[in-house]
């Protein structure tokens, strides 16, 4: 199983794998850039190198890119938009050169849903079009309230309308699910997201899984990470998915709060007994 947290490269790349491994997980997560801004820390050949190389030592992976927040695919503003795609084309080419399997990206918002999809499709139909390498593009399923674009429904749509390419998939997040009314709490609540996943989209297109507890109810539409265990999902519904024969082969990741990335050790280790245990 490939349980990892999401880890800074600020660091450097070496850097974030021996995180990894402090923490006992297996797979990570990172920022392509900085995730409030623009700015990206420029990697040299010679860092790139050595973490190709320390990785195939270690075994850690896939590695999972995630772009910064301020990436709006569906913007209203021209200028956002063009930023958009700006960012999608790059972080794409930066994401091969690290050797990461995957890039996620969150849909993004828009006033008139219609429109800001069909503003996604454009721009991912023009950027994917022209990227040939092997890292795939993963859209965020979100809880999609107010003008959020990224329901399961949504990104079915958005990748029927692409032709539903080879490199387009989904990533899914345990807290965006639970807000959007998906009990992942019982067996029912997981079988139905796998059910719902399968006719949007086909399940095999989910490529990795954010494992979130959430602060806040069923159904809130509230985006709010807690600690495993901590929030409303709870260990049981960690425990179901951590055994799901489709889910457990994924990457999954750790977004939780902590104020240290030391602190996700301790929730892998839970993660790990809740996948060995009946406690």
Not at 72 to 89: G, P, Q, R
């Amino acid at each position: 199983m490939k349980l990892g947290a999401h880890i800074s490269i600020a660091r450097g790349l070496n850097r974030a794998l021996r995180m990894t491994q402090e923490i006992g997980g297996s797979t990570f997560q990172f920022f392509t850039r900085n995730p409030r801004g623009s700015r990206a820390r420029d990697i040299g050949r010679e860092e790139i190198a050595g973490f190709w190389e320390l990785r195939r030592q270690t075994g850690i992976g896939p590695l999972v890119g995630h772009l910064p927040y301020t990436v709006n695919l569906a913007a209203e503003k021209e200028e956002v938009y063009a930023f958009a795609a700006s960012i999608v084309a790059k972080d794409l080419e930066r994401a091969e050169a690290l050797g990461a399997e995957y890039v996620v990206c969150h849909p993004g918002r828009h006033r008139d849903h219609r429109e800001g999809l069909k503003r996604i499709t454009l721009l991912l139909e023009e950027r994917l079009a022209g990227f040939s390498g092997r890292c795939l593009f993963l859209l965020e399923a979100m809880g999609a309230h107010g003008s959020e674009i990224g329901s399961l429904k949504d990104l079915g749509l958005i990748i029927s309308a692409l032709g539903r390419p080879g490199n387009l998939g989904v990533c899914l997040d345990s807290c965006h699910l639970f807000a959007a009314g998906l009990d992942l709490r019982g067996a029912a609540g997981l079988e139905r997201l796998k059910e719902e996943a399968e006719e949007a989209f086909g399940l095999t297109r989910v490529k990795a899984f954010h494992l979130n507890d959430s602060l806040y109810p069923l159904g809130s539409g509230k985006d709010r990470h807690a600690k495993i265990g901590r929030g409303h999902i709870g260990r049981e519904g960690f425990r179901r998915i951590l055994k799901d024969p489709y889910f457990a082969g994924l990457p999954l990741i750790l977004e939780t709060p902590v104020k240290d990335y030391k602190e996700y050790a301790a929730e892998i280790r839970e993660l790990k007994e809740l996948l060995e245990g009946d406690g």
